[in-house]
């Protein structure tokens, strides 16, 4: 039907707090908390965010106090609001089984969640808290380490055998570290944005300077060297697309599996008309990212 040979990594199998590709950088990540002597993590994102729902689960199996601020619908700094406001359930309510202390906002840009999340941390220090800031998405180099590694694995899985890989792109650490750990090999990394802001591009470039710091064997590349798509956002970041939902429903009808509606919805969106257009050929890996649990708190989408 596409013209290409497609295989799925499945991320969304992990197993770990109901699976995704943040449970790989909380390997990292937790590992780097428990090291610095905290007991405290403040992290930030959206209402349904699949990270603050694993960062949670992995501070709870440790004995971490893990707190999260976050805003329904967060866009852009200095864009007019978008979509409706976030129902409970999905990552909301397994955040309150993995007792997290969410501390939700107004919605706003990024800025402002971040600015918040920050003064919430310096709160918790005064009160007497060994705090650590986790960034938005775990995006940093222990995140991108985490998918550097990735690359590695499925190279020596399938021996060079893909031609492309297709993932969704957010925060940044996930394409950074798989277009790092690919980078001098045949295969190309392609991430499908799901937020409406090319200059992510540039903290890809950030990242990957930060993990060649802690990792020199990857390399520090420039926001050239990312192919990073934003032809499928749709009407903004957290907003189901109806691109995104057809493609969904594709996969769920002819595969048996589940997409969620904000990233791998709209990343597979993006790779079934880049391989209709001929943009694909030849083997390419679809990276599934996981995030099953919001599909609980958007209702009915089948395109």
Known sequence: MLGIELWIKRDDLTGFAMGGNKGRKLEYIVADILASGADTVVTCGSSQSNFVRQLGAACAMHGL????????LPRPDGTEP???PM???GNLLLDTYFRVRVHKVADGGWSELEAAAGSLAAQLAAEGKRVRIVPLGGSGPFGALAFWNAAHE???QFEG???YVVTASSSGSTQTGLTCGFHGSATKVIGMSSDPEP???????AISHQLAAVHPL???????DFTFRLDW???GYGVASQAGNEALSLMATTEGIMLDPIYSAKAFAGLVAMAKAGELSGSVCFWHTGGTPVLFAYGEIAG
């Open 65 to 72: 106090e893990c707190h999260a601020v976050v805003m329904d």
């Open 82 to 84: 978008i979509g409706e």
């Open 87 to 89: 129902a409970m359930g």
């Open 154 to 156: 499925l190279q020596a």
């Open 161 to 163: 055998r893909f031609d």
């Open 199 to 205: 200059e992510i591009a540039d903290d890809m470039s």
């Open 218 to 224: 990857s390399p520090a590349l420039s926001s050239e």
């Open 233 to 235: 956002v749709g009407p």
